[in-house]
């Protein structure tokens, strides 16, 4: 069966628990590192990865995102959305069309 995971610190992750999502709550960007690999190592087909997590392994992030599965996406945390997202769906948009229709040139929100 196909799961779904969520990585993030533990002021997040409680609420993803009861949706029943594998949820993994981390303190270190190696701790998050190791649970995103688990993750694709095992059935997961999305995994949401909180932005400030996300920040600190970037690197791991990028590896995972070249692959099929799971896909990768960025939630804001406890604190609220530092742009990160945004800017992502900015960038595949851009990339998908070959211009920025979303923010035309504009700072992202």
């Given at each position: ?9 533990p002021d997040t992750a409680p ?95």
């Open positions: 069966m196909s799961k779904v995971g969520f990585i993030g610190s609420v993803f628990r009861p949706l029943g999502m594998d949820v993994a709550e981390v303190h270190t960007a190696e701790a998050a590192e190791a649970a995103l690999e688990r993750m694709c190592r095992g059935d997961h087909v999305l995994v949401l990865l909180e932005e400030d997590v996300a920040r600190d392994m970037a690197a791991a992030v990028e590896r995972v995102k070249r692959r099929p599965l799971p896909v990768i996406s960025l939630v804001p945390g406890a604190g609220g959305s530092r742009g990160t997202t945004i800017e992502a769906i900015r960038k595949l948009v851009e990339r998908a069309v070959g211009a920025d229709i979303l923010f035309k040139g504009e700072d992202v929100p």
